[in-house]
C-alpha cells in the first residue's frame, strides 16, 4: 500500500525562477477565473519586501517529483501581525 505525504514549505525570499513557482503559476490559472488570477503579475507579489509564499507538496513514494496542491501568499506590514494575500 502506497502511502502519501504532505510537506508544508516556504519559498525562500527573493526567489522567483524556481520550477516550484512555475508550478504554482500554472495551478493559479486553472483554479481562478482570469479576472482574479495574480498569474500574470505573480512575479512582481513574489517580490514585494514585505511578502511571503508558503506552499505545500504531497510526496508519492512511487513518483520522485514532488507535487504542489496548494499554496498561501501573504503580506506583512508589521512584527505584529500579517494577512494573506492569496489562498488556493
Do not use: W
Not at 502511502?3 to 495551478?27: C, F, H, M, Q, Y
Not at 505573480?42 to 517580490?47: H, N, V
Amino acid at each position: 500500500m502506497e502511502e502519501n505525504r504532505a510537506l508544508i514549505r516556504e519559498l525562500p525570499r527573493g526567489t522567483t525562477d524556481s520550477p516550484v513557482v512555475e508550478e504554482i503559476v500554472k495551478l493559479e490559472r486553472r483554479l481562478f477565473p482570469k479576472h482574479e488570477s495574480l498569474s500574470s503579475s505573480f512575479y512582481q507579489e513574489l517580490g514585494k519586501k514585505n511578502g511571503g509564499l508558503l506552499y505545500c507538496v504531497l510526496l508519492d513514494e512511487g513518483k520522485p517529483k514532488e507535487q504542489v496542491v496548494g499554496y498561501v501568499m501573504y503580506f506583512f506590514p508589521s512584527s505584529l501581525y500579517a494577512s494573506v494575500t492569496k489562498l488556493a
